[in-house]
């Protein structure tokens, strides 16, 4: 199957699990995760009409994005993994999307990179829902008082709650807990679910899924 076949599939099926939910059509959006994969991987996605993608480290993306960008301008471009103070100013220059906001050092350096370089972007507090010590993410009893003092304390304006669930477990509770969480914080937006759970995740509200292998083949 080429890969514009398996992204019309994946599409597929999240229409087909929006309406399975009850929800409206396109209430979900999908974030193409192109981590590992060379702009020759890319452009097909990109012809058959993907805008948004998710990339996981700052210097691989560096690496492909700007040129991928110069070719087609409204790209959107979404940082899904674990980000480094020290690569903030680059994170911020490049993304549009920050979706690993995971502790106070990592929002103050967004924050002000954001001001420095006068740029407003997406921002997502990503959750360790299973208490995973090798992930990671705030603390689900954590996760309200946080998101207050991203608000609070340094004005930042964040969109919705991100996780990642452990692979061995049911991500059923996970996607429960994190929706549960983002109602709390009074947050709208909910990225979860990836290639072997995202119709569940559609199932628990997601508004948007990270669907990587399913989309440009194995790793």
């Not at 996760?143 to 003092?149: C, G, I, M, P, S």
């Not at 608000?151 to 429960?176: D, K, Q, R, T």
Request: hydrophobic residues 45%; contains cysteine; aromatic residues 6%.
């Amino acid at each position: 199957m080429e890969v514009e076949e398996r992204l019309s599939e994946v599409l597929s099926r999240i229409r087909e699990s929006e309406k399975a939910a009850n929800r409206p059509e396109h209430a979900v959006g999908l974030v193409a995760v192109s981590k590992t994969f060379g702009a020759e991987a890319i452009r097909p996605v990109i012809a058959a009409g993907q805008r948004v993608f998710g990339e996981n480290r700052v210097q691989e993306a560096q690496a492909k994005w700007p040129e991928l960008r110069n070719e087609t301008p409204d790209l959107e471009l979404h940082l899904i993994g674990p980000l480094q103070s020290n690569k903030a100013a680059d994170a911020v220059a490049l993304f549009d999307a920050i979706e690993t906001i995971d502790r106070e050092k990592i929002a103050r350096a967004v924050s002000a990179e954001m001001k420095r370089q006068g740029r407003n972007l997406r921002l997502y507090v990503q959750v360790n829902t299973g208490l995973e010590p090798q992930k990671a993410g705030v603390a689900p009893e954590e996760t309200v008082a946080f998101v207050r003092f991203c608000h609070g304390e340094l004005g930042l304006s964040i969109e919705g709650l991100m996780c990642i669930p452990p692979i061995e477990e049911n991500p059923g509770p996970h996607f429960a807990l994190l929706a549960k969480l983002a109602a709390q914080c009074g947050l709208a937006k909910l990225s979860m679910g990836m290639s072997g759970d995202f119709e569940t995740a559609i199932a628990f509200g997601a508004t948007s899924v990270r669907v990587g292998s399913a989309i440009f083949g194995a790793r």
